[in-house]
């Protein structure tokens, strides 16, 4: 069994910064990409940021949207990543769910997903 808990959402007012952490935990034999995607009532999942392993050159992809103000990072002793936001907006309200694509020793399963965590903005 392998499992993603997201910590860190919560309230925050528009220019202040969230930090989102995500563990990966289980028979866990290597870790790929590990992203954070988002989620608004009536819209789709859309990808926030992505890094890839160290393998693969540890490279990151960023939405437009959060180019700048956002920074992705992983800690591979840990199985987590982190996503650093700062300067939020109101439209970054959204339910933030971690993404990992995780190699396990007891399935063949591939891509698995946090339970989700409320990130809200005030204006």
């Known amino acids: 069994q392998v499992q993603l808990v997201e910590s860190g959402g919560g309230l925050v007012q528009a220019g202040g910064s969230l930090r989102l952490s995500c563990a990966a935990s289980g028979r866990i034999f290597s870790i790929n990409a590990m992203g954070w995607y988002r989620q608004v009532p009536g819209k789709q999942r859309e990808l926030v940021a992505q890094?890839?392993?160290?393998?693969?050159?540890?490279?990151?992809d960023y939405a437009d949207s959060a180019k700048g103000r956002f920074t992705i990072s992983r800690d591979n002793a840990k199985n987590a990543v982190y996503l650093q936001m700062d300067s939020l907006k109101p439209e970054d309200t959204a339910i933030y769910y971690c993404?990992?694509?995780?190699?396990?020793?007891?399935?063949?399963?591939?891509?698995?997903w946090g339970q989700g965590i409320q990130v809200t903005v005030s204006s």
């Open positions: 890094i890839n392993s160290a393998s693969r050159g540890g490279s990151t």
């Open positions: 993404n990992a694509h995780i190699l396990s020793i007891a399935t063949t399963q591939y891509d698995y």
